[in-house]
């Protein structure tokens, strides 16, 4: 009831507000359920290590510090990165506890023949990944092709060993609603850890009525097997006030478990920077411009 789902993501949207201290609360936990991403054409070594300083600090320590949090030791959720990057972040981060993250598998069209996309996720494994976000492969949702499907997603799973497998549907490119729920139910059967909305590359992104679509295909898979799998949603999230609404949806759909960073996270580059403008808001009363935060 395509209808019905418009109306209850639009009404969900302006119902759900968190103000006050709370809402600096939530914002933090935001942080902690950040992927910070770069997956350009021009990404150096200079990126990443600018990257990954951002992650080791996504907050000024001043600003920490006003709010008493010192204690929590607040870090982004992972670093997201190409293949090729991550040996870089993974020297760049060593002690710090945040994983890298790897996009493989012929990202972001997942044209490219099989053998290559397993060999990818070989290679970004054996790099130091902890976690591979891969792509499935969109013409076996179009043309029903499940079997197809669930079978890659078990090669795949397999070429992650002791990694985390987070798989990308790219939601803008499988046409219809019951194909994303579909495509959610099959890649969590084959053994993905956790679903994501997109590449970030398409044209539709994450949606809040895509994303009610996927989480509820969680809790059903979740309520008949007991697994808990993780949902990402990224692409367009750039916004403070939308990780209060996503942290919102995932309570009220999911539960609080849902809330914390191995079970949710949001791809994003710019986002943590306005968080931290909101943060800087809420303890001063003013806003500071984007270039008074440290650069992500």
Known sequence: NLPALIRRA?????????????????????VTCTDLTTLSG?????????????????????????????????????????????????KLLEGTGIPVASVAAGFPAGQTPLEHRLE????????GAKEID??????????????ELYQETVAMRAACGDAKLKSI????????????????????????????????????????????VMVRAIREYYERTGFKVGFKPAGGIRAA???????????????????HPDLFRMGASALVVDIERQLFHHITGRYAAGYQMPLS
């Open 10 to 30: 639009e009404t969900f949207k302006n119902r759900r507000s968190v103000k006050m201290d709370w809402q600096a609360a939530w914002l933090l936990r935001g």
């Open 42 to 90: 021009d990404d150096t070594e200079a990126n990443v290590q600018r990257l990954c300083f951002k992650a080791k600090n996504p907050v000024r320590q001043d600003l920490i510090k006003k709010l008493g949090v010192e204690d929590l030791n607040i870090t982004v959720g992972a670093v997201c990165v190409y293949p090729s990057r991550v040996a870089e972040a993974v």
């Open 120 to 127: 990818e996720i070989k290679y970004a494994v054996a790099q």
């Open 134 to 147: 891969i792509v499935i492969t969109r013409p076996h949702v179009l043309n029903g092709n499940w079997k």
């Open 169 to 212: 549907l790219a939601i803008g490119e499988l046409g219809t609603m019951d194909n994303i729920y579909k495509a959610s139910l099959v890649c969590m059967m084959a053994g993905s850890d956790t679903i994501k909305t997109s590449t970030g590359k398409e044209g539709v992104n994450a949606t809040f009525e895509v994303a009610f």
């Open 241 to 259: 006030k939308d990780v209060l609404v996503w942290l919102a949806l995932m309570k009220d759909e999911l539960g609080d478990e849902w809330t």
